[in-house]
Structure formats: C-alpha cells, structure tokens
C-alpha cells in the first residue's frame, strides 16, 4: 500500500553534490519518519539522515556539516542534498518510511538509488 521511488543517485568527482529525491504514495501516516539510508558493497546497511513529521532531523555523524535532509508534506517527497561528496559515501541510498502508531506493518523502502563518488 504504499511506495517510496528514489531518485537522482548517479557518477560524481570527490568534492561534488548530488541531490536524492524520494517520492512517496500509498497510506502515509500524518505522524512518521522518512529517511535515507546506504549500503556499500561488504558492509551492512547504515543510517544516513532522517526527519520525522514535525520536523525532528537526525544525521549521521559521518555525513555532518556536508548532507542536509528535507521534505515537503504536500508532495509526500524527501530530499537528502549532498554536499562534498567522499569516495566513502559511495553506495546504494534507499528511502524509508515508518508510519509511527500503525496498527499494521509500518516499515517500507525504496528499490534505492546508485551513488558513486569517483575520480
């Protein structure tokens, strides 16, 4: 029931940005958390950044001061703009939601989104 397609990975030089979008439909809570997570090859998945409903923003401590998360309730849409992109933020960037207070399973991802960050 619901959907989260991420957008706008792709090939970057050290020092570059990108900006992730992720959009998504179905039964979104009015109360929930989205956010972005990544995976490099041979390590496990790890938390990027995520903003709840009213705004609550948590980061990563390796992504500090360089990636901003956002979201815009009207379009059910999340960003994640990456600044000074690293060789080590190379991974596949998958969106979550969590629909807080649900009487039915409330944890979705997205089919995630290649970033490379390469010279």
């Known amino acids: 029931q619901v959907q989260l397609v991420e957008s706008g990975g792709g090939l970057v030089q050290p020092g570059g940005s990108l900006r992730l979008s992720c959009a998504a439909s179905?039964?979104?809570?009015?109360?929930?958390?989205l956010g972005w997570y990544r995976q490099a090859p041979g390590k496990q998945r790890e938390l990027v950044a995520t903003i709840t409903s009213g705004g609550a923003i948590i980061y990563a401590d390796s992504v500090k001061g360089r990636f901003t998360i956002s979201r815009d309730s009207a379009k059910n849409t999340v960003y994640l703009q990456m600044n000074s992109l690293k060789p080590d933020d190379t991974a596949v960037y998958y969106c979550n939601l969590r629909n807080l207070y649900s009487p039915v399973p409330a944890l979705y991802w997205g089919q995630g989104t290649q970033v490379t960050v390469s010279s």
């Open positions: 179905g039964s979104i809570f009015s109360i929930n958390v």
